[in-house]
């Protein structure tokens, strides 16, 4: 069985960890270590302030539907009532970080709310908000949310109150799954190919939306079902949110491709009787992003470029690292465009800011947020120190700190200075002894035999638990289950360390990778069902180079390192024309060109290649069905094809 959650976004979602922690229940409670750590944040923050949840309940319509939204199968894809055990004004349990108890009481309100005149958002459906906004012949959905059922259920909920307006454009605010993925939930294809809907998007939002989830979609797929913590049971010793939402819900990712694009900064659209004057933001929380102005509304739409968190400018499943100087910039011309005269700004996660002088702060200090990550990253390398060095040294001011905003619900401080002093120096620290490290295992089995044994580490890392020292427990018993991976002793003491550090995370994707390592060193892997980075609509949205890439990505270079053929592809149906020429390991793909001197042409349309690709049917079907004429050496098309590899998903993460 196969799902349709992309890379970008979780795996299997919700319902997966009843399957994980079905029988016994191997968790442990907070150490007295862990509890003062948590208190010693508790008194450092400003927990008297309550505006934020006075602002998250301002212009509640209607509460969100209490029922479990399900696929065609019965498969389950939303729960609404998942965190219900996270109530508003509950003191944090001793395994959870009391900051991001905070914040998960702030993301579980959900519901329809008004943001301001024509302006609603859908909040707590998804991992993300939809937000709907009334024009004049109708409404324009931004960010259709991850998932097609949990889309319709949204548009529902703004339909039953607010009656059957039909849509007229949609909005992606950026290249990522949770701000595309429902789009089939709101719009009809047929609606949009005819020109009755118009879809707008930034310059490369669909090289950014199919490239990022496809080209490493595997290994951050399962990457991100640590980030997400979806293998993790929903309670107090689990996932108690992501920081950024609650969780991804599971169902049908979908993609129609834009109609409209927005090219330059400060272009203005009129969609539905309303002035947008659009800002550019390529780089800061995705490759393809947008912020814009809407005039009449004196509304500012930040995206995902300002929130209620420090952003990631690294994501922990895997990405390209994000410019937090640019991201910074952006934030600086929105404030000095609009700031003076927005009265409301609403994003694409969390709760709105309101009233101009509220907006211009959160502005202000967000941007100096992410310009001081930039600026003291630079100012301590250039001082000589070294990636880890800086991480574990840069701090926030405190009028920057403690500004609930800017705390690291999803991003942090450690993470995101790290990927900073890669974005501008790479990997390589300047130390040679780091230059040509040994692999992981071999590594840990000479660690651990220099330092008298799998028994003598342990012996001396039990000690350094009960000292509450978690960080050096995980560094050196990481070693030992690299060098004997069957010493269950010590995957449990490395699980004990993690946890420890998870009950202590302010970021919520933290939390979920140090919960997730603990479980899966207890249990082991469980194969579950897998997410499908390529799926159809993906497929489909792929130009031909980008799947010509994506499908030289998978060939394997040592097995074919001796193999040369030449190909000459001929698509009837949209006249394009390829010709693929393997050699040397590689599979190299020029447009426009057929070649004299090729081994086989093969005739068909795209669409067949797409269902080949797919899975949905094989190439001896349809060559055997005459869907493709190939004149020439058909064998050495089925050379090609045996060189390919297929990505396991389940691979290892905390043992090799």
């Not at 050096?472 to 010590?490: G, I, L, R, S």
Request: net charge negative; charged share 25%; with cysteine.
């Amino acid at each position: 069985m196969r799902l349709t959650t992309l890379a970008i976004l979780g795996v299997c979602g919700v319902g997966c960890s009843s399957a994980v922690l079905a029988q016994d229940d191997p968790r442990n409670d907070a150490t007295e270590a862990t509890k003062s750590a948590n208190e010693l944040l508790l008194n450092r923050l400003p927990f008297d302030d309550t505006t934020d949840f006075e602002t998250a309940k301002k212009g509640l319509v209607a509460p969100l539907p209490t029922d479990e939204i399900k696929g065609s199968s019965g498969n389950p894809i939303w729960n609404p009532g998942q965190y219900s055990f996270i109530t508003e004004g509950s003191d944090a349990p001793d395994t959870v970080n009391p900051s991001l108890w905070r914040q998960s009481q702030l993301i579980n309100i959900g519901g329809l709310f008004e943001v301001t005149d024509g302006i609603y958002q859908v909040r707590n459906q998804d991992l993300s908000n939809m937000t709907i906004i009334e024009g004049e012949g109708g409404i324009t959905v931004i960010d259709p949310l991850i998932s097609a059922e949990t889309a319709k259920v949204a548009l529902d909920l703004y339909r039953a109150n607010r009656g059957d307006k039909p849509v007229k454009a949609v909005i992606y605010t950026h290249s990522h799954t949770d701000h595309y993925g429902g789009v089939r939930g709101v719009v009809d294809e047929a609606d949009v190919t005819s020109g009755k809907v118009k879809i707008y998007a930034p310059v490369g939002f669909m090289n950014a939306a199919v490239s990022e989830n496809v080209m490493a979609g595997t290994a951050m797929s399962r990457r991100a079902s640590y980030m997400y913590g979806n293998l993790l049971p929903a309670d107090e010793k689990g996932q108690v949110g992501a920081g950024l939402g609650t969780t991804t819900s599971n169902g049908t990712i979908t993609l129609i491709p834009p109609t409209d694009i927005i090219t330059t900064d400060f272009q203005t659209e009129t969609i539905d009787g309303l002035t947008y004057e659009f800002l550019l933001a390529p780089d800061s929380e995705a490759p393809s992003e947008m912020l814009w102005y809407i005039h009449e509304k004196k509304a500012i739409e930040a995206a995902e470029d300002s929130t209620h968190t420090l952003h990631n400018t690294y994501s922990l499943r895997g990405a390209k690292i994000r410019d937090p100087l640019k991201w910074s910039k952006y934030l600086n011309t929105a404030l000095k465009r609009w700031g003076d005269e927005a009265e409301v700004m609403f994003m694409q996660h969390h709760w709105p800011v309101f009233g101009t002088a509220e907006i211009k702060d959160h502005l202000a200090k967000q941007r100096d947020l992410y310009r001081y990550i930039n600026d003291e990253t630079l100012r301590l390398a250039n001082q000589g120190y070294t990636m880890r060095e800086i991480a574990d040294q840069v701090e926030l001011p405190e009028s920057l700190a403690t500004y609930w905003s800017n705390r690291g619900y999803y991003g942090s401080m450690y993470h995101d200075v790290a990927a900073t002093y890669v974005l501008y120096l790479g990997w390589f620290d300047g130390n040679p002894a780091t230059l040509h490290e040994l692999p992981p295992v071999e590594a840990a089995q000479k660690y651990v035999d220099f330092m008298g044994g799998p028994e003598a580490v342990l012996e001396k890392a039990k000690q350094s638990y009960d000292r509450g020292e978690y960080r050096w427990v995980a560094e050196v018993v990481k070693q030992v289950v690299f060098a004997d991976p069957d010493n269950q002793q010590a995957k449990d003491l490395e699980a004990d360390a993690l946890e420890q550090m998870g009950y202590q995370a302010e970021s919520g994707p933290w939390r979920n990778f140090y919960l997730t390592g603990a479980q899966e060193l207890r249990k082991g892997v469980a194969e579950l069902p897998a997410p499908n980075t390529a799926s159809p609509d993906t497929i489909r949205a792929m130009d031909l180079d980008l799947l010509f890439d994506y499908i030289a990505m998978r060939l394997n270079g040592p097995k074919a390192a001796s193999a040369a053929s030449v190909l000459n592809l001929d698509f009837s149906d949209t006249g394009d024309k390829y010709v693929l020429e393997l050699e040397n390991g590689v599979l190299n793909h020029t447009k426009d060109l057929q070649s004299d001197k090729a081994d086989a042409t093969l005739t068909m349309s795209r669409e067949t290649l797409n269902n080949v690709i797919l899975g949905q049917t094989t190439m001896a079907e349809v060559v055997k069905a005459g869907d493709v004429t190939i004149d020439g050496d058909q064998g050495r098309l089925e050379q090609l094809v045996s060189y390919l590899d297929t990505f396991p998903f389940w691979f290892n993460i905390v043992t090799p």
